[in-house]
């Protein structure tokens, strides 16, 4: 093991008093890493659809489970959980080299406040330990109720075989279902979510990618200069995959597509089922389309900024103000004056100061901005999408399902 391994496994790696049972093997090429909570209806698809894959590729990959819960979980929970350790205990996919991490019995639950950050973590520190370090071993990122693609892992190796890239994301879409009020609301959100990737690439931002848990694959020396996952209890894959952008960049693998589950979910504050439920069961909906014109602001944000690398924080104020006064008043909050003096000083080339800049204008602030800015439009969300296709170039149609169609195609899927 290198040098970089060690001092992260003395330092910031979460280990005991967890630990992978099921192999004693510790030459993978990659390790794939699920957290499951109560998953014992919706974990043998996922693995049934990652049997489908060459096995050739699946020789290389170690599959973790990490059977996570605190100590308050509920009795039928608790019991699910207990019929997933004892059902992994008997082998059922020889086939693959299936693992599993017992978070879930007696003193070896997660901590109180603790969740899937916490389980992800686990995983992922464990795994390090079992790969192959003579080669660039790889961290895959899946969701016990998440299906994959026969291609899955072909295209995956195949990528990292002939780039540099050190981290990606993988395509998505979620598993249609045959509820039309949930279908049409899950397909309602991924429209938003295309739509705010799309945005983001024709503002130009480093961070336009986008943020699944059950979607991304990265170098485990990149997890390592990450500093490893953090353990919040939702929004643990946007923050890592920001800090990944910051620390080695992002790219997205084509020929393969992810599907995550539709269902409904309370275990985090947001995300895809809590957003779903809430619009199915309550008729509200959790998320603002970003139109075109907001996105326009970020843009031109941007390119001051680079344009004005040498220019003085008053300058580039009053530049911002002429962009926006919302986007003056969020600088202002941010003490952007400060922080500008302080980027100058410390990175006197144009290159380092426009890295460091975007270091601090990170893909939370932006997503804060767009927030602030969005306006009150009557408009609907195929008026505000049509409008943002518009503006990058394509002619998606008016209709919903033509614009998801189109995103879809544009993003991979």
Known sequence: MNRQLQKYLKNRATLS????????????????????????????STLDS??????????????????????????????????????????????????????SSPGLELPAKEGVGLARKIGFDSSLQWLDWKVEPLLISLDADTLVDRDYLVTIFDHFAVSKNRAVVIPFRHQSVS??????????????LRSYLFGLQVAGSP?????????????AEAY??????????????FYFLQQLAKTSGIA?????????????????????????????E???VLFHFVAAKEFKVLKEWLELINCQLDSSADKINQYALKISPVLYQFLAELNFVQVWQKLQNNHPSRKQRLAAFHDWFDALRTRQLLTRIVSNSNSSA??????????????????????????????GV
Request: net charge negative; glycine share 8%; proline share 4%.
């Open 207 to 219: 961070y336009a990618y986008h943020s699944i848990g059950s979607a991304f694959v990265c170098r």
């Open 17 to 44: 008093p967890w630990k992978i049972d099921g192999t004693s093997r510790t030459n993978f090429a990659a390790a794939i890493i699920i957290p499951a909570l109560a998953e014992r209806g919706t974990l043998p």
């Open 252 to 280: 997205m693998v084509n020929g393969t597509v992810v599907h995550p589950s539709s269902r409904f979910s309370v275990r985090v504050p947001f995300g895809t089922g809590r957003a779903v439920q809430s619009q199915v």
């Open 282 to 284: 309550e008729g509200t």
């Open 179 to 192: 509820n039309l009020k949930q279908e049409t609301a899950i397909r309602h959100y991924e429209l938003y």
């Open 382 to 411: 195929e008026e505000i999408v049509a409008d943002l296709l518009n503006w990058g170039g394509y002619r998606g149609g008016e209709k919903e399902v033509d614009q998801l169609k189109l995103l879809e195609s544009l993003q």
């Open 50 to 103: 990652l049997c489908l894959n060459s096995p050739e590729y699946l020789a290389q990959t170690l599959v973790v489970i990490i059977i996570n819960n605190r100590a308050d979980i509920s009795a039928d929970q608790f019991a699910d959980n207990q019929k997933s350790i004892d059902w992994l205990r008997s082998n059922p996919y020889p086939q693959l080299n299936l693992v599993w991490i017992d978070a």
């Open 224 to 237: 390592i200069r990450a500093g490893g996952m953090n353990r919040r209890c939702g929004g643990e894959d």
